[in-house]
């Protein structure tokens, strides 16, 4: 293996992303975001390093609409999460910029992320007991199903309930705190040549039509050539352009600024749009980027986890390379299971190593919070 991190696989180059979102989120370029001016912004005749777009004017990047709030500031958290998205759309890497005391305060709904129906039951019930259909709001769907959901938050210790006579009555635990500030959407494309443009250019134009994330960028590998202005002309104008370098490990200064993103507005209505960014970030906050332990094979004997700089990621002894999510399943002809011994007497970790390793990845999760 390389010294480094080997971007040769969309699954390696995501996993990358992800961890130097994780340290470094928000991007750079070689000045601070907030001293670009207009007359800073790349023009028609700057190189390609400076201009993906060749036909971009100044005009065309994100001034007016973007306050000094709408920029991350050291007031500012953040939490990444891989492959989330909607039912039409999904994303490679989300980050949710949120406020850290909120998000201190998000921690009185335990670990776990809460769904739509739980959301419309803690966002809304109240400090003192109420029937809960006179303390929440009325659903779009029906009731019985809003009863089953207060169930579920009593069960899970998110929401106090009571009967009184044959009405069920709640009480908040804790006011539900209002955690996130930005949703970032990721699209990772290590290798960008014209077809991969073409069919980024079509996801990337429904991103910014739906304005459901606040940002959407391009996150892709430099070439000692610099990004193609032909490939990314295709690409919507409000979609930001991130290069990354990650030769020598993941850290801050592994991706840079190629393009600003233009701030999103939503188009189906602000309360429709946080509604479902909250779900994303629930989705996000439960989950974490470090998941693909749930979805690969650590309990396979050439399972291995190898240190990389600042990434921790997947290693495959049998086939001595960083296996992708997909290979490492259960119709991987290599797979082998861990044999019996490892799991007797503690060695080496309690348990084996593949329940050490979903147990570390899983610890590793929790901090991140
Ligand atoms: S042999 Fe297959 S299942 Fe086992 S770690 Fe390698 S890729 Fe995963």
């Not at 039409?88 to 670990?111: H, I, N, S, Y």
């Not at 600042?310 to 490492?328: D, F, H, I, V, Y």
């Not at 082998?336 to 007497?345: I, K, L």
Request: hydrophobic share 35%; charged share 25%; net charge negative.
């Amino acid at each position: 293996m390389s010294p480094h991190a080997t971007t040769d696989s969309e699954f390696t180059y995501e996993l990358c992303v992800c961890r130097w979102a994780e340290l470094a989120w928000p991007p750079t370029d070689n000045q601070p975001i907030s001293d670009q001016s207009p007359d800073n912004q790349p023009t028609s005749d700057q190189s390609l390093d400076d201009q993906p777009i060749s036909d971009q004017s100044p005009n065309d990047q994100p001034t007016s609409d973007q306050s000094p709030n709408d920029q991350p500031t050291d007031d500012t958290t953040h939490i990444v999460a891989r492959q989330l998205g909607t039912q039409q759309r999904r994303w490679d890497t989300v980050v949710v910029e949120c406020d850290p005391k909120a998000l201190a305060a998000r921690a009185a709904f335990g670990d776990d992320e809460l769904d739509s129906d739980l959301l419309h039951v803690v966002r809304n019930a109240p400090p003192e007991w109420a029937w809960y259909r006179d303390a929440l709001p009325d659903p779009d769907y029906p009731w019985r199903y809003v009863r089953e959901a207060v169930h579920r938050a009593a069960d899970r210790g998110i929401v106090e309930t009571r009967t009184a006579g044959n009405r069920i009555e709640i009480r908040r635990v804790a006011p539900y705190p209002d955690w996130v500030d930005r949703l970032i959407a990721i699209e990772n494309k290590p290798d960008l040549d014209a077809s991969a443009a073409d069919r980024l250019a079509e996801q990337l134009t429904h991103d910014v039509e739906t304005g459901l994330a606040d940002e959407v960028w391009l996150a892709t590998a430099e070439t000692g050539a610099t990004v193609e202005p032909a490939l990314l002309e295709t690409l919507p104008v409000e979609a930001g352009v991130l290069t990354t370098n990650f030769t020598d490990g993941v850290d801050g200064a592994a991706a840079s600024v190629a393009w600003h993103p233009t701030g999103l507005r939503p188009t189906h209505g602000e309360s429709h749009r946080t509604a479902r960014r909250l779900e994303l970030a629930e989705r996000a906050y439960g989950r974490g980027w470090r998941g693909y332990q749930a979805t690969m094979r650590p309990d396979c004997r050439h399972f291995q986890l190898q240190r990389d700089g600042r990434l921790l990621g997947p290693w495959c002894a049998a086939k001595e390379c960083r296996q992708s999510g997909a290979e490492c399943s259960a119709s991987c002809s290599a797979f082998e299971p861990e044999p019996p011994a490892w799991r007797t007497q503690g060695w080496p970790i309690e348990g084996g190593p593949g329940a050490g390793i979903r147990r570390l990845l899983a610890r590793r999760a929790d901090r991140n919070r």
